[in-house]
């Protein structure tokens, strides 16, 4: 880097409006991390490099000045929109980055009734676009629990996943086009069409990049029909995973599609549904939506299934719908949970992960085991498969721990990164993906090489490719 | 069937306690209970409502701890007629007993007690006078309604609501034995709803009594009052400016508060605003904070959940300004302004201070 | 910081010189619920059946002030032993299994219905919600008969039913004082507490002695610490005591009978209001527009 910080900020300057240049000391400490960091955001103790600004970008023409700026001048740039990320993403690796932010550009260019699509800059939160669809009966199948916080833009950039994503797919299966723009100020434009055989998809080059390689300024997405009034909800408590693995495995393989398909583990049940669970029981939960025929069959079709276990124990549905519609996390349930967290000191950590139907199981038993063995001061280790496949199905391990004899700074060395490591290294040694939606970020980019193994040539090859100065969020997906 | 108002003189929220009792006495009975007691010899008038002159019929016991603030005491009571007893400060459980020494619990004919049926017992809103009114209803077999936000006399039964369900709903009940023993919901003060009353005119002390004697080892000793942490009372407001999330940040919510204060408003923030430090706690407006009731209540960014609503709910006038009109704070509002909030605010002092040099309004909370 | 159990190590004697009894409601998490589910309250009822239970707010206070009495007793050489109480059905079994883990010395539940009719179907509604009279009649006569409790701990008010009475009414049954909104507790002999509480006149402090109701409202603590798993295996041996009420001599169908405010129907409150959307070009126009029309003659009157 070539400029001093004050250089960065007059930089920036006399590209976007002055105002649009934020370099109040605050803000950057808050926007020199993300809920990686969050015991430590919580008890205001800050330990990364402070950017040098936060830019307000407000149109594409922006962004790509600002790009082009920071790409000649070598300064870290690091994509931001609705700021839920959990792995580090948004960290800044370096000192005296800048923090794009396109929570500005949020205005939802054009919703297509007729040709189910639906346009929007970055910066709309997913909340709104659902919101403005859902009045014309119209849903855009994704549901992911940051839904009231997150932006679309960043959804994208980190390959998101919604709660209905066993019959909606994930981000990658809703994205039609998108605009994006590369550190040296191009801007890709791919076009919205429903499929094409014309090389390989690029999209895909985009959708996952968590800002390591282009900063996405517009996606264009599927929208759906919405029936609420048809929802079926299925819910059976059982003893073991295993059978509730086997019981999700059957239905996907018969090929159903309930839009949610979901295990629980005895601990994870705990958590939800101790209200009509036994202590030691898990829960297995199914939605099927859609036209009422189609739901009404899978249901049915779901139904027939589980009762072919007899282990499984079908309890009132409206345990599962009560549960399902209070399930997104707005700004109230966040700050409640840091609350509870400054004052116990007991922290929650999550952990996804993904292998076919022949690891799973296995997965999910040795790295519980193995943390419940090598990690002290642990108050609860669960976890639940909540997005399953025609070959396999994720799990997303949910863990609480007591911060013992260690301040805020330390609670990623002392607990967390050593979770992650036993979670990341049992997975991998059964041939699963250590990531199955939270992007890599900086938490999991030490393992990205053996995640990938030889096709990391691919990967690293986009990198050099796109971004050869390295500029693109420095420490996300590529180690530093 | 007689009634007794029960104000706790040892305290110094005496006045406000009068001023809720006599606004609950106006306003606070139902409909019914005028036509019942209308069909009952002497009326709502012996029962405690409003004479035609406009003073309360009934009688007032004051309970004092200091001989020298007997004659203010008096003149807060919303009843013409007073009885006073000296008793010890923070003990309403020796209050009790005074009351039932009184007669409260029983048909009383001696001289120096309160005489006839007490069929109602009203206490004032806050801890005090719950504890009066249940630990009263304990001792006599009567029933309690604390926290009451309406009552309807009937000739045998109560009828009276509160807020249950942590807010989410009001209850209806129905108190079965006398003494109906009732303490009122807190939010009955003398706000824009309910115009401060006079009290009656003149007072007549029937009896003074002295109860501290027979001096027992007190339980609580070295009390000592602590400074409330916050100069302006939210609860008092009568203009309020609350920030909520979605002010954004802690700078923005800065700038609502400034705003607030060109305006002579009081600032209060939502639960996500102070739990993220932008205020401080004392700022909180809803459950487990202060529970308001403005003449007129700006609410900044907030998107209206059910905690804020319950502490902005009786305000008069709720102007909300959110860009969101999708957030349930559009149904909470008079009038709605779909646009940054912290833009519109500091447009809008700006527009008042300028009134306010013009010699306008001048409003001061 | 000692996160897990109390440290028994400083206990001068087996005996306890303050026996504390920590009372605690769990109730549907109301929060969870939709308008459409509070909207068909005027028709006959809320159904919280589906919801999950939290620890009502004000008892969660109460039930950590406990442990922080407990162990700053314990080094001022005063050894406090915590009891836990809950009137309810098998779902509060959950939290009494934490507070033993967390070092509570006996947990107990009074299931709320007359010896035998208790419902097995777990998550069913306790049908006490609006009988004050008779939870608090189970409590008081736990602390006198069971516990021998010297101080009775608990939130000040707890929903459905809100009545607010129940601290008072155990404290007239067990004939102690007792003091509300209490904020923070503090021992200073095996006799004597330090306690902080909301007068309706403001915040005080004073010095209790002798046997008293703590009535919980917004203490600053207002979370319930976390024991480990280890915490958790150590004292999975340790029985959840079952109570019926009969035993403590409480006639749940006779006391009920005996309830005198008795709950006749619920109402929605409705928030609404009209909501007129101002409109303008800027925000300089819609607060023109907002002053001019509404604000200038309201705030006349203010």
Known sequence: MDLSREGVVDGLQRIVEPGDVITDEKILIESSVDNFRKLQNIFGVHTMPVPAAVVMARSTEKVAAILRFADRHGINVIPRTGGTATEGGLESAVPDSIVIDGSAMNEVVNIDAYNMQATCQCGVPLQVLEDRVRELGLTTGHSPQSKPVAHMGGLVATRSIGQFSTLYGGIEDMVVGLEAVFPNGAVTRIKNVPRRAAGPDIRHVVIGNEGALCFITEVTVKLFPYFPENNVFLGYTLKDMKTGFEALRAVMVNGYKPSVARVYDPGDAGLHFSHFVADDDCVLLFMAEGPAGIAKATAAGVEGIVAAFPECTRVDSAYIETWFNDLCWGPDKITAEDERIRQTRNVNRTTEISADWSSINDIYQAARARIIEEIPDITMMGGHSSHSYINGTNMYFNYFFNVVDVGPAEETTKYYLPIISIICEETLKRGGSIVHHHGIGKARAPWVKDEYGSSYYILETLKQAFDPDGIMNKGTIFPL | ?365 | MGMGGLNTEAIPSQMSDLRVLACFKATPDFEALREADWATAAAGGVETRYVRRVLNCFDESALELALRLSETAARRGVRAELGALSVGGRDVEPYLKTLVALGYERATRVPPEAAGGESEVAGGESGLDFAPGVVASIIAAYAQRVAHSDLVVLGWRSGPGDSGTVPFRVAEALGWPCLTQVTEVEPLSDDRLRVACVADDGPLRLTLRGPCVLAVGNAVVSHLRVPTLKDRLARRHRPIEVLAAADLGVDIAAQRHRETCLPTGFETIDRSRRGVVIEGQSPHDKAQTLFDSRLRDIMETL
């Not at chain 2, 007190?218 to 009052?225: G, N, S, Y």
């Not at chain 2, 804020?308 to 559009?330: C, K, M, T, Y």
């Not at chain 2, 009038?335 to 008042?352: N, S, T």
């Open chain 2, 1 to 365: 069937m007689r009634f007794v108002v029960v104000l706790d003189g040892t305290v110094t929220t005496v006045a406000r306690q009068a001023r809720a009792l006599a606004a609950f006495l106006r306003d606070g009975l139902g409909d019914a209970s005028v036509e019942l007691a209308g069909v009952t010899e002497g009326g709502r008038g012996e029962l405690g409502g409003v004479t035609e002159r406009g003073e309360l019929a009934g009688e007032t016991l004051v309970f004092y701890a200091d001989d020298g603030d007997k004659r203010r005491l008096v003149d807060l009571a919303p009843t013409r007629d007073v009885r006073l007893v000296k008793t010890t400060a923070r003990r309403p459980d020796l209050m009790v007993d005074d009351l039932l020494a009184l007669g409260a619990g029983a048909h009383s004919t001696g001289p120096g007690t309160l005489g006839g049926e007490i069929a109602l017992i009203l206490t004032a809103g806050g801890a005090t006078g719950a504890e009066l009114a249940t630990r009263l209803a304990c001792r006599t077999g009567g029933a309690v309604l604390t926290d009451a936000l309406s009552i309807e006399v009937g000739p045998r039964e109560l009828r009276g609501r509160r807020t249950v369900y942590s807010s989410h709903l009001r209850g209806r009940f129905a108190l079965t034995t006398r003494p109906w023993c009732v303490s009122i919901d807190a939010s009955w003060n003398d706000g824009p709803r309910s115009p401060s009353l006079k009290p009656a005119l003149e007072h007549y002390v029937l009896s003074d009594t002295d109860e501290t004697g027979g001096a027992q080892a007190t339980p609580f000793e070295d009390i000592e009052l602590v400074a409330a942490p916050s100069t302006d009372d939210l609860a008092e407001s009568r203009f309020l400016v609350v920030a909520g999330y979605g002010a954004g940040s802690r700078e923005a919510t800065k700038r609502i508060a400034q705003a607030a204060r060109r305006m002579g408003a009081g600032f209060g923030a939502s639960r996500p605003v102070v739990m993220n430090a932008w205020a401080p706690l004392d700022r909180l407006i809803g459950v487990s904070g202060t529970r308001t009731a403005p003449v007129l209540c700006i609410v900044v960014g907030a998107s209206g959940a059910p905690a804020l609503s319950w502490g902005i709910e009786r305000a008069g006038f709720i102007v909300a300004i959110n860009p969101d009109d999708h957030a349930p704070i559009v149904r909470d509002s008079d009038a709605l302004l779909l646009d940054d909030g912290v833009a519109v605010i500091e447009e809008l002092a700006e527009i008042v201070a300028a009134q306010r040099e013009q010699g306008g309004a001048a409003p001061t909370a």
